[in-house]
């Protein structure tokens, strides 16, 4: 043949992956309808996504929602897992494996867990997925930066003056002790009054006062940060969650400074954590931990007996047990006689009692992994709302000792997917360089 033709490869038409990662160019149209479509979208399902009402079964209509929301956003996940190049794509993927797949195999053979039963206690791992989902959500909507940032803000302040409305408002016959029948409103000896309010969003507003004040001081952001601290004392007082949030604003303003001030105050740092735990433990031995009220005896009481449980059979330690339901046939209070047995209370201790140290070193794994990826996200894109969702990633990872971080994964999932989304906005503002196609 005297000619040869040359064909082209045929393309191969894909949706947006690497360069889309996030979300396409943020809209900025000035249109009013969309904007309010968008806010709206925003606020009323960023809540969801962050497991704001996930345990709160005094409000019906929004836990149910929230419980059903991990199948709701099933399509958005699909996309996003299979048309999205995600950072730490892969180890969701394999925790999902391990956690969804296998434990609930080892909670039948560890426990007598029936089938539907195994598969039940896999829901409260479901919300892993909300990285998947909102990542998708964003990309649909493409909301501008500020919008995102607002809008997150706007539900950290609602959350507290939320929590001193219903403070002032509501009757002290609507407390309760017991946490089986409510968790918004508690009583305690100890504490009194207190209400256990969802404070992802709060926390989140905070750390972001903290950065906005260092970069620019002013009066307000200042003010702000001391009168959230004061309810959190006031009217929250869950001990943990407040030392942790003051430790992470302390670290996230010592971060800020210049190289010289920050040495010295590391420095200085380092010199009173020793007395701080030394007087911690001479507490703990004084009072036998009575300072601490009932919530340390019961976790005491849940450490023996899940230690015990786990004994010295190396292969419970190493993939641990599984977990129940209080649905179920088989619950571990049943299991253990007790009914003050809360494996979410346990840290770490919980973690591996449930999935084993393999299982806890894919957890850990995660966490690390996101609180890399919110951190370099957060050195592109220097602003101060972008450090507050690393420093909430840090956060999560000091309460660890404490709270189990499958108590609420998807505040992992909303911190990453706007971390990640503002990232890739930055880069789809950046100039195109000479000679390359936009």
């Known amino acids: 043949m005297s000619g040869a033709v040359t064909l082209k490869p045929r393309r191969r038409v894909v949706m947006p992956l690497r360069r889309s990662v996030g979300a396409p160019v943020p809209r900025q149209s000035g249109d009013l309808l969309p904007r309010l479509f968008g806010w709206t979208v925003l606020v009323s399902t960023l809540p969801l996504f962050a497991q704001t009402f996930y345990y709160l079964n005094e409000l019906p209509p929004p836990y149910l929602l929230s419980k059903a929301w991990p199948i709701i956003t099933l399509p958005l996940t699909l996309y996003a897992v299979t048309r999205m190049h995600l950072p730490a794509k892969h180890g969701y993927l394999v925790l999902f494996a391990y956690t969804i797949g296998f434990t609930p195999l080892i909670s039948m053979v560890q426990l007598g867990n029936g089938f539907l039963d195994a598969i039940t206690t896999t829901v409260k791992v479901w919300p892993f ?8 959500l ?20 609602a959350t507290f003056v939320l929590m001193v409305l219903l403070w002032f408002t509501i009757p002290a016959r609507w407390y309760t002790s017991d946490p089986a029948e409510g968790k918004l409103l508690l009583y305690e000896n100890e504490r009194g009054y207190r209400i256990y309010m969802p404070l992802f969003f709060g926390f989140l507003a905070m750390f972001y006062l903290v950065r906005r004040f260092m970069r620019s001081p002013s009066l307000w952001p200042a003010l702000g940060l001391v009168l959230a601290f004061v309810l959190l004392l006031s009217i929250y007082k869950q001990r943990t969650s407040i030392a942790a949030a003051l430790l992470v604003c302390g670290l996230g303003a010592m971060a800020s400074l210049p190289r010289v001030p920050r040495r010295l105050v590391l420095g200085l740092g380092l010199l009173v954590l020793p007395v701080a735990v030394a007087v911690l433990f001479w507490k703990l031995g004084a009072d036998g931990g009575e300072a601490f009220g009932s919530s340390l005896s019961v976790r005491n009481t849940s450490f023996a007996l899940a230690t015990g449980f786990l004994g010295d059979e190396a292969w419970r330690w190493i993939l641990g047990v599984g977990a129940t339901t209080r649905f179920g046939a088989v619950t571990l209070a049943d299991i253990f006689g007790n009914n003050q047995f809360y494996i979410a209370d346990l840290g770490w201790v919980g973690v591996v009692f449930e999935y084993g140290l393999v299982g806890a070193a894919l957890i850990a794994a995660v966490y690390v992994w996101s609180y890399v990826v919110t951190l370099r996200a957060a050195a592109r894109t220097r602003t101060p709302f972008s450090e507050a969702l690393s420093d909430y990633v840090l956060f999560m990872i000091i309460s660890s000792s404490v709270y189990s971080l499958v108590f609420t994964p998807g505040e992992l999932g909303v911190i990453m997917a706007i971390a990640v989304y503002l990232d890739h906005a930055r880069e789809r503002r950046l100039p195109v360089p000479r000679g390359r196609a936009p």
């Open 138 to 157: 964003l990309y649909w909507l493409a909301p501008p930066d500020e919008r995102l940032r607002r809008a997150c803000l706007a539900l950290g302040l």
């Open 129 to 136: 997925t909300y990285y998947f989902g909102l990542s998708a």
